[in-house]
């Protein structure tokens, strides 16, 4: 298989997704609940993995996150199968949405022969409607029998509604001379019925490493990632984010924060981060990514309030796609975040510093025309000079496209 | 003058505006700053009046709201003349945009020889740019040679920017036996350049009442009415409502919440109510109001995360506009809203109640989309049914025409 390898500090890029890891098999196939498209992933560890999943904050969360979230404590944290279907979100079903969830659980676990708490399950599409048992557990045979190690790429066309393309990375680096392998795959914003931009996420490694350094690389490496990224500012009933570690790797097992520990975390950071870009840069109707950093808050949750209350501004996001230096959206935005701000002290940086303790400065609103017709991805540096903490997010413009993906009837 | 009279409850609304009440003269003239149109207005109360102002909860205040705020602190709550220019915001100018203000206010002070902490100042328009002094001051001297008892309505002309229609109301109800009026005007989200949408609004009455009553019966009003709107979710530097009464009705002072009090409460909801309304009405790009109640909740600060979560969310604004019945969105943002919710006891009404218990029932979606297509007035009924408090909110659809209005390049 054709790698391309692009070196970066103690790791490599590889072009490959979710079956890089050492056993790892998946297959995407076609069950039915989208018209001709793919809409059913299952991915397979040959061996138990240790996993650990963060789920929605909404209180509408669906059907199979909650069944998820259930084996996940059952299991304690461990994996082996996790089985996707697009087109239908199963979510606000109610008691039948639960146990049709907990059927396709039995599916699995009978079609892979495996304890039915190293199941997780989850479904992505329109809200409101039931799962269509029939299809699944036909499109689930089909499944099992097309799992490959090379079916990360067919894996990740299945987890995806309207967007545009795949969304898939992997990484390799060495830890006492074993190659220890992590691979990702994500959905981004996008229905079929136009729905909710449900983000999806998941990550496999090889490596062995203790069940509670995972749970904290994970949780700080999610935070400062998938946490940080936004479309339009609507969180979804299924957002999920999962990741398992199967120990084939045969590396010394990570027990503590050593050099190995890091190396670790700066790649699952990487793949973390790489994915979270793809989901923005592929949003509704979006033509450019923005990128803000907020710097010198006086905490990380200050600077967070202030970055999303940027990113999620619809004056913000029009100008960039007007291609507009209206600086002045930015400032209000950054006034109105709630977040701990002195006016006077505020820089503001798009493509150059343009107003100092804020007030504007001489600027040539024609380059950063240019800037913003130009580049792909635009940043924006706040810099409120009051502490010592930042937080960057990622999001995108709003367009004449947004609008239509979701206004069309379905 | 034609009155156009409507009966309802305790008080009748007059086809009127903000010189409706005894006098209060206005003007609105052009003096320069916008192209060939309207963009000077000046209100003037023969009278002192007693006078109560809120203003943006944006760090980055406009230059004039800080004026103003610190009048009315010196005044102890008095005020005699307002003076507004649309155009430019005069907000992030600094120490300059500062001085500038109160030479504005120097002119208006010596132009109707009234006390200097009598003027109110404000703009609306472009950040970041400087008055020009010149054309405010020539356009004063303007403005007070046509102050006139029927200049109500140039003066409402005067304050909008791409606003596409004006926005007055006017009231009267009886006091022991002395006719009390109220009239009011407002701008609402629009803008020459592409810039904030700053909503602005000014009432004038001529009831004799104790200032602290005033000011209760004015926050009460604002929190339901002003506070309760949102086009976009973006919070301007330049959001302000000031309202002045200089006691000319001769009605017996209103020193306690009697009858008297009530009744001037519920014109006064009345008053505030219908321009906050107009105000979503004409939001940007806009082709349906939408009116989001939410009951039974825990608290008026729970019902009001809901209803601005439902207001708020892009998803919902373009389903309306697609006229599509996409429910699921709405409970998404329910559940999002960081409110306290119940997902299993929430009902849901769009005409008719389409979701009972968090569940969806058979409904016809056909007949919804109708009632979206052909009601220009969406009304979305949230029922927690934990609670005993509620909330509701204005907004509008989120459209094609918002997009192109907010990325026109200046």
Known sequence: MMKDVLNKKDFQVIKEGITYPQGIKAAGVKCGIRFNKKDLTLIYSEKVADAWGTFTTNKFK????????????LSKGKL???????????ACTGDKGLKDTWETVNYVSEGLKIKKEYVAVTSTGKIGEFLPLDKIKAGLEKAISCLDYAGGEKAAEAI????????????????NGEEVRIGGMAKGSGMIHPDMATMLAFITSDIS????????ALKQVVKKTFNMISVDGDTSTNDMVLFMANGLAGNKIVDKKDADYYKFLEALQYVAEYLAKCIVKDGEGATKMIEVEVKN???????????KAVINSPLVKTAVFGRDPNWGRILAAVGYSGAE???DKVDLYLKEKIVENGQPLKISCQEIHKYLEYSDEIKIIVDLKIGKESATTWGCDLTYDYVKINTKYS
């Open 297 to 307: 808050a006086l905490s990380f949750t200050e600077a967070k309030k202030v970055a």
């Open 80 to 90: 082996q199968a996790v089985l996707i279907n697009s087109g239908i979100a199963n």
């Open 341 to 343: 701000v002195m006016p």
């Open 209 to 216: 490493i203790k069940g509670e350094l995972l749970q904290e």
């Open 160 to 175: 995806l509604t309207t967007d545009t393309k795949k969304k898939e990375i992997a990484v390799n680096f060495k830890l």
């Open 62 to 73: 669906a059907a199979p996150l909650v069944v998820t979230e259930k084996n996940l404590s």
